[in-house]
């Protein structure tokens, strides 16, 4: 019966880190996979989680089965980290296996609610996005929200996208960080954004997950409270992987603010049902320790303190960049770990065969991949693709 099947390309951005890996020139850059780095070019395991593994080590008694919503706990102690307060009984919260779980379960939910939504998106976007949508058969329907030449967010053309769409459609956002082009709403953007939402009552599904490493824990998440404060329906699909730098535990969580509390319980019970169906219960040992560090003061303030030291590392790194070239001036307003550069693929691809330099196809960077001094290199490698 498999003959039928069609090979599938491998994803093009996961294959980086076999290939970085594979290369044995010493002053390789991985600017590829969005991993955080160090000032040594490691991601490191953070001292909060060292701590909350090792107490869970002393303590646990038992690993038997949570059940298809994760660990209630878990979902109910993050719920003042997104929201900034508790959100109340509208809001319906599942544990997921990272963010992409929850950004799946999201389109899960509204392909089973309203078959024929379309879906809304900027691009460029984060490629799994449209890979998840066409999974579940969902209409995306695209619109221009980065220029990468000219480095600027089109908020004209996502509000219009709102505005020419019906009650019941859905936006997918970026809540902080954008991947891949660093491009934020603004503030003001956020407000006029959600004017055109009440206005259509089209639903905005926010991706949110590297909340912490733009503009610090409560900066990133203005358009997530904004929008959840003053919106009937809202999803949220979180991200622990990157702001508790647990990548490969997968620890996510999708709220979903509903009409009133029941309808909020059925979401529930339709989210358990997609969890029963699609991985049955999530995997505890990440949602444990993010647990463990918010159910502990001491270890949250040693969180906090580590995730503001990330996000200052990468501002740091951003400035050194936007100081070193003038193609390279924009970093300095973008924000978060991405950019994407205006590369054609011969040029990323040249990037990595001669220069050693390793970058998405779309010429997306990971800022926190590069130390300051190795900015000089980065920079000569650019000039000798071509890149002003
Ligand atoms: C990225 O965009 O590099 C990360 O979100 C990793 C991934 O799963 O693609």
Redesign the pocket.
Known sequence: MFDTLPEQPA?A??ALIGLYRADPRPQKLDL????YRDDSGVTPIMAAVKAAEKVLLETRTTKAYLGPEGDPVYTDLLKPIVFGKDPGGRVAGIQTP???GAVRLAADLVALARPDAKILYGAPT???HLQILNATRLKAVPHPYFDVKAQTVNVASLVAAIESASAGDVVLLHGCCH??TGGELEPADWRTVLKALQETGVVPLIDF?YHGLGKGLEGDAYGVRLLTDNLDEVMVAYSC??NFGLYRERVGALYVKARDEKAASVVMSNLAAFSRVSWSMPPDHGAAIVRTILEDPELTRIWREEIDRMGARVRGVRSALAAAGPGLKAHETQTGM?STLALGPEQVLALRKDHAVYM?GSG?I?VAGLHVRDIPAFVTALKAVGYP
């Open positions: 994803d951005l996961l590829g996979v969005g991993v990272g963010g992409t984060w490629p799994n991947n891949p997950a992987d990157k991405f998405a997306r990971n």
